[in-house]
C-alpha cells in the first residue's frame, strides 16, 4: 500500500502502525507517532489500523540546549 512517511511517499506492507515501526526497524526505538495528524501513543500503535494512502509521522525527540 501507498503511505506517505514523514512526507515521502513510500511503498510499504505493513498492516497496523506498530507492524509500520517494525518493517522500518524503529520498533524499540523512543519516538512520537502520528497518524493522519492524529496523535497515536506506544500503547496503541499495535490496534491502530493503516490504510492506503494514510500520512504517518515518525518523530524522534531531539537533545540539545
Do not use: C, S, Y
Request: glycine fraction near 10%; proline fraction near 3%; hydrophobic fraction near 45%.
Amino acid at each position: 500500500m501507498t503511505l506517505t512517511i514523514n512526507g515521502e511517499k513510500r511503498e510499504e506492507a505493513a498492516d497496523t502502525l506498530a507492524h509500520l515501526l517494525d518493517v522500518l526497524d524503529l520498533g524499540e526505538a523512543v519516538v512520537a507517532t502520528a497518524v493522519n495528524g492524529r496523535f497515536v501513543r506506544a500503547t496503541d500503535r499495535g490496534k491502530t489500523p493503516l490504510r492506503d494512502g494514510d500520512a504517518v509521522e515518525i518523530l524522534a525527540p531531539m537533545q540539545g540546549g
